[in-house]
């Protein structure tokens, strides 16, 4: 029977620990959790397929697919072969729910998963969530509540003190705001399910989406002052923040309006964990920290700087701010146990705070030997310079890295202490920083909940690994993944990903019939700039098109004739005088025709007299906001910036266009 360590995070930074271990951390994590029941995915259709006895691998991914996981060839092929234990080629029912867990632990946003596993007389796991009260002794064990459930389905989990800490950031971001009146009425911190309610309505989320990326949502296009039976107008609201999210890049695969409304608390702090991050991170960049460029090490160049994560961008700082020190511990390479003894920290306050700090800064906390108390003092001194970012002693202690991430990201835009000389200072309009359309195409790919994570275009799409997998998803089963390198030899590296480049412009070329004239495999592998993003572009227009063809039954493409014959139809049939002749209109940058469509799409829903007719850039601008919140309000997943519909790009307005008829498409479907 699989042990408790066998479902651990995929992702976790921790090392491998004994049994006993392994039960002193799951009693010392405080969970709350929420039980996935059996019938969401022990579906008629699976228990058919195992009446007959076992399965044959080459049926297992279409099963994950029925139950909503998505997961590419290459990566299953792997799993199944460390769970076929009889190495027959065939899967067991028991050995199809371990490769289901295994692959809902990977694939789920948000979920921090702790089980402990026992036999049962049925056949079944027996799973055990343990929670701890709050103010128990780090190091006790007394006071522990169990919860037992007898079925085979998982739990999703989520650490109280991840709660807390987001109910707190967000109480402090939004306080001033005038709707969610959160400094009169704060989330309640001590109530598990108060953060998962203020979410229900949408409003928050909306807000919370334009502190991390201003000007994402038009704030007209928020259905605010709802009661709680305006179930309608608060689902509108879902609708535009989950979109909105996706169009800031955060992966929302399996999130929708009804997880929100019904407070499911893995996905709703999945989805608030993305947006604080971005949120956290969006100035650590060059445009607003010229001084990154100290951070460069030999042989590196400012662009250097874009490949890295912010993760890596944080860790440099933090060991950088160090060697100006005299701390004497290992070099931090995480924000987990590296932290744990608040050296690094206590050095880093007192190496970034300001010099004219009453009371200064110090090193006092080093004096201290129990690592508890240690930690809160460091977090006095922290305050002195208003930068504790609601960070607890335990978090420290426990090396929580999600929470101490936040806490270093916090240190960082209030004090980055990376001033340049003068001479160094780069001249306006010098400073390398992500163009719009590359940020549009990696938010893009991340919404889809690929793996890795796209930090920049060039870099990480230079091995195929990205690209293969985006074609899997547009026409599945396209990339024969056994001829795939998805690890790299040292000495073989260059050959290796010039191989799965080659074979990625191969499957453009047949079946995907992309345009690939004069793009070679060593193009991809060298981040030649523009044939990269002419590939990408293909590819995300491609992705679009095949949502219209599924939606539609169609056995031919959806073509851009069948997308304008659409749009005129629709409008036509709602008695709208606005004609779409072709997406290089330029009438179409005051988005008037587009507010028509959607209006068209869902009756009464553009309110025309915010509509500006001036025609001055300011009025296009402001109406191109009006229009793509109102289409993501009504469905459609639209990755294009107000920029493009003002500056009548037509390969956006392509897929705002494909976008609403997908969404149109969808409301007749349901």
Known sequence: MASFTNYRNPNSTRPSQTNDENSKDLKANIRESRWIQPDQWESPEIQEKFEKGNIAFSDVHTMLQQLGIKVQKFELNEILEKHDRNKDGHMSK???????????????????????????????????????????????????????????????????????????????????????????????????????????????????????????????????????????????????????????????????????????????????????????????????????????????????????????????????????????????????????????????????APANTKPPVGLSPLKENDLRRRAELMLQEADKIKARAHITPEDVVKGNPRLNFAFVANLFNTYPALDLPTEQVPEPGVVIEETREEKTYRNFINSLGLEPHVNYLYSDLCDGLIILQLYDIIRPNTVDWSKIYKTFNAIKERFQKLSNCNFAVDYAKEPLRFKMTGIGGADILEGNKTLTLGLVWQIMRAYTLSILQKLAKSSTPIADKDIINWANEKLKSANKTTFLTNFQDQSLSDSMLICDLIDAIKPGSIQYNLLKTSGTPEAKMDNALYAISMARKVGARVYALPDDIVEAKQKMLLTVFACLMASDMNVGKN
């Open 94 to 352: 028991e050995e199809f729910e371990d490769v289901y867990l295994q692959l809902r632990i990977k694939k789920d946003p948000g979920s921090t998963w702790g089980r402990s596993v026992k036999p049962t007389a049925g056949g079944l796991d027996r799973f055990v969530t343990t929670r701890r009260d709050a103010d128990d002794d780090l190091d006790s064990t007394s006071s522990v509540v169990e919860q037992k459930q007898e079925a085979s389905g998982p739990y999703h989990s989520v650490l109280v003190e991840e709660r807390v800490w987001t109910a707190n950031w967000i109480n402090q971001l939004l306080a001033d705001d005038a709707h969610l009146n959160l400094r009169a009425n704060p989330i309640d911190s001590k109530d598990a399910q108060a953060l998962y309610k203020r979410c229900q309505d949408g409003i928050l989320l909306c807000k919370l989406i334009n502190i991390a990326v201003p000007k994402t949502i038009d704030e007209r296009a928020i259905n605010l002052n709802l009661n709680k039976q305006d179930i309608f107008r608060q689902s509108e609201n879902l609708e535009l923040a989950i979109n909105s999210a996706r169009g800031i890049g955060c992966k929302v695969v399996n999130i929708h309006p009804e997880n929100i409304s019904k407070a499911v608390p893995h996905l709703v702090m999945g989805l608030l964990w993305q947006i604080i991050r971005i949120q956290l991170t969006s100035e650590i960049n060059l445009k607003h920290v010229p001084g990154l460029v100290l951070l460069l090490r030999d042989g590196e160049t400012a662009e250097d700087l874009l490949k890295l994560s912010p993760e890596e961008l944080l860790l440099r700082w933090v060991n950088y701010q160090l060697r100006r020190t005299e701390y004497k511990g290992k070099q931090v390479s995480n924000f987990s146990n590296d932290i744990k003894d608040s050296e690094a920290y206590t050095y880093l306050l007192n190496i970034i």
